[in-house]
């Protein structure tokens, strides 16, 4: 089991350096821009939602992507506060040459579980968790290839 386990995080890892070789872009910024251009005016609280992390995470995330030229943040409704998500043409340009899975191998992978899997394996990394003495439950909100 632990052979697993290092397996699938060193394979994880891999991936992001990959990623990051090739994009000049982290793995979670990556996959923030796939959710943005599949959702094109995407609000930030939505794109944290999509990733699975908490809304400061996204907000520095995007705060890169905008150094970056990657992303850009716009308000183009009556509301002001409303803030849209849109990809540049830079964004647009890196996110088509970029590896594929564009969200990661791990999220990859669990998405093309069936169903009945994924809840069992999701049951059994409950027990595990539970039976941990020490654990970071932070870490649910924050992109793997962060941790």
Same mark, same amino acid.
């Given at each position: 089991m632990?052979?697993?386990f290092?397996? *699938?995080?060193r394979s994880i890892?891999?991936?992001?350096?990959? *990623?990051?070789?090739?994009c000049? *872009?982290?793995g +979670?910024q990556?996959?923030?821009?796939e $959710?943005? +251009?599949?959702s094109?005016?995407?609000?930030?609280g939505d794109l944290?939602?999509?990733?699975?992390?908490?809304p400061?995470t +996204?907000?520095? &995330?995007?705060?890169? #992507?905008?150094?970056?030229?990657m992303v850009?943040?716009?308000?183009?409704?009556?509301?002001q506060?409303? *803030?849209?998500?849109? &990809?540049?043409t830079k964004g647009t340009s890196? #996110?088509?040459? +970029?590896?594929?899975?564009l969200?990661?191998?791990?999220q /990859?992978? #669990?998405? @093309?579980?069936?169903p009945a899997s994924l809840?069992? #394996? /999701?049951r059994r990394?409950?027990?595990l968790?539970a039976?941990?003495r020490?654990? @970071?439950?932070?870490? $649910?909100?924050?992109?793997?290839?962060d941790?």
């Open positions: 632990l052979r697993q290092r397996i *699938v995080i890892k891999r991936h992001y350096q990959w *990623v990051e070789k090739r000049g *872009v982290s +979670a990556l996959w923030a821009m $959710r943005i +251009a599949a094109p005016g995407l609000s930030p944290a939602s999509q990733l699975a992390i908490h400061s +996204a907000s520095n &995330l995007l705060a890169r #992507l905008e150094e970056l030229g850009k943040r716009s308000r183009r409704s009556r509301d506060r409303r *803030v849209q998500l849109m &990809l540049t890196v #996110l088509r040459k +970029a590896p594929r899975p969200k990661g191998v791990l /990859q992978a #669990l998405a @093309d579980m069936p809840a069992a #394996l /999701q990394l409950n027990d968790l039976l941990m020490i654990r @970071d439950d932070a870490a $649910r909100t924050q992109p793997l290839s941790i």
